[in-house]
């Protein structure tokens, strides 16, 4: 591409800034952090997971600078983290010890613990309530004393106790051999922080993407892929929501004690879930058998119709196969990451003086050409 220099740029650039900034505070008020992070944590869990780091007050200071812009947040999330030291590797994360305020299954009516429909708005009935125009902070004060009031009858002990770490559905299609088996691979995983994307990409790799992905890409081509774009449609065996503890091995810690040894540096929320798609496998004998095969989507936060979402295009990218686009790896994980498409969209608002001319030049001539030969 062919760019020129505009003079009196920085005094332009300079007046342009100040402009932006003019825009945040000209009404005089601001929005304390701590009411951002109160009032829109879905908000907050959206810019931390595109932003691959979480750190709450960061991101709710990014969601004030940018106006409440997602993709800008998301880019100044980015920015921050560029320039943090990594200290240390966590300890692989057990979601099997998930404590789950939230655990469903779509595949089976009655599961092993209970179907815990937790805090959704699946039920809501989606109308404006115009009365939260008027809210003031005694009033949501005394709706939550109300709905505490509500939420405190007394839970059953055994109920209780399986929010620590509920089973898992997929447990029983494994002892009868109806989910399809893949050998382990411990293989140690790509980081796409620090490495460029190529393809083929390992699944460390398209996990990774799928889930710092732009939420709404990734959400728009996963229902490509089940509308037909793709061969994937499937059933959410199960979904949790919950927290899982984040943990490093103390150092020189080794073996059987490194667990027991570990320290605990809190916990995350994030959204799990398994996705059952009817495959066909061989069986071994030389003919094949249906068998259900898995997809899986792990989110930070609470983001629910993006990790199903990734669980359809974990399925569907092991295809790469091109004669679908949800299934072209290159086309999938190249076009859903929300900074590199954001970061392209705009770099066309930049001169292009020199490319456009050109073009214009070639298309006039095109049509001088065109018209001589009308008039011979």
């Given amino acids: 591409m062919g760019y020129v220099a505009v003079t009196g740029g920085e005094q332009a650039i300079a007046a342009s800034l100040d402009l932006n900034e003019l825009r945040r505070v000209e009404a005089?008020?601001?929005?304390?952090?701590?009411?951002i992070l109160a009032t829109m944590p879905d908000l907050v869990n959206q810019v931390q997971s595109e932003g691959s780091l979480w750190a709450p007050e960061i991101a709710a200071v990014a969601i004030k600078q940018a106006c409440g812009s997602?993709?800008?947040?998301?880019?100044?999330?980015?920015?921050y983290r560029s320039t943090l030291e990594r200290l240390y590797t966590s300890r692989v994360v057990d979601t099997d010890g998930m404590r789950a305020g939230r655990r469903i299954s779509a595949a089976f009516k009655d599961i092993e613990g209970g179907q815990i429909l937790g805090a959704t708005r699946d039920y809501s009935h989606r109308l404006i309530e115009f009365e939260l125009a008027d809210e003031t902070v005694s009033d949501a004060r005394e709706r939550a004393r109300e709905i505490r009031a509500r939420l405190s009858a007394p839970a059953d002990a055994d109920a209780a106790a399986l929010l620590d770490r509920v089973p898992r559905v997929l447990t029983y299609l494994r002892s009868i051999d109806m989910v399809r088996d893949w050998p382990v691979d411990d293989t140690e995983p790509v980081d796409i922080t620090k490495t460029p994307l190529s393809f083929p990409a390992p699944r460390s790799v398209i996990l990774q993407a799928l889930s710092r992905g732009l939420t709404q890409a990734v959400v728009a081509i996963g229902y490509a892929a089940i509308r037909g774009f793709g061969l994937s449609h499937p059933t959410v065996g199960e979904l949790r929501r919950?927290?899982?503890?984040?943990?490093?091995?103390?150092?020189?810690?080794s073996g059987d004690a490194a667990a027991e040894d570990a320290y605990y540096l809190g916990s995350i929320p994030v959204t799990e879930v398994e996705s059952l798609i009817v495959s066909d496998e061989e069986d071994g004998e030389g003919g094949h058998r249906s068998a259900l095969d898995v997809g899986y989507g792990l989110v930070m936060g609470d983001d629910e119709s993006k990790a199903i979402a990734m669980s359809v295009l974990d399925h569907s990218l092991r295809a790469d196969d091109v004669r679908f686009p949800t299934q072209d790896q290159e086309f999938v994980l190249y076009h859903i990451d929300g900074v590199e498409a954001t970061g392209f969209i705009s770099h066309l608002k930049l001169p292009h003086y020199v490319t456009f001319q050109s073009k214009l030049d070639s298309a006039l001539r095109s049509a001088a050409e065109k018209g001589g030969e009308a008039d011979a």
């Fill in 242 to 253: 919950g927290t899982v503890a984040i943990e490093i091995d103390a150092p020189g810690a």
């Fill in 28 to 35: 005089g008020r601001s929005v304390a952090v701590e009411d």
């Fill in 70 to 79: 997602i993709e800008e947040a998301v880019f100044l999330m980015r920015a």
